[in-house]
Structures are given as structure tokens and as C-alpha cells.
């Protein structure tokens, strides 16, 4: 995990490989904090994939920070 996130728009909407990369954790870990509900996703509608919003991926930073 990363200490300081770089500038990231709080409303964009980030895949989940940029958000990995973002966060320096691996895929699996995303995907298994993301299943335990530490970390919002979005389904885009007309294709259904998974996207985090700028604002969870900082909300989320923060909480495991706090740890």
C-alpha cells in the first residue's frame, strides 16, 4: 500500500487495474477487499464492467491508513 495517492479526480472513474496500481496492493487484494465491502465499485451500465470512483479509492486509502 502506498503512503501518499497521487492527484486523483475525486468524480473519475478508475478501472480496476488503475485502481490497484494507484493503491500499490495486487489484484487479488482489491478484489478481496472489494468482496468484504472496504472499497465501492460501480457496474457501468452499458457493459457492465467494474469501476471504482476517485472518491472511494481516497476514502478507502484513508481508512486502511488510519490502521
Do not use: C
Amino acid at each position: 500500500m502506498v503512503e501518499t495517492l497521487k492527484k486523483i479526480d475525486p468524480n473519475g472513474r478508475y478501472s480496476p487495474k488503475q485502481t490497484w496500481e494507484i493503491l500499490g496492493i495486487s489484484k487479488s487484494a482489491l478484489y478481496e477487499y472489494d468482496k468484504n465491502g472496504f472499497i465501492k465499485h460501480e457496474l457501468l451500465p452499458h457493459n457492465g464492467r467494474r469501476v471504482y470512483r476517485g472518491k472511494n479509492i481516497t476514502a478507502f486509502h484513508e481508512a486502511i491508513v488510519k490502521i
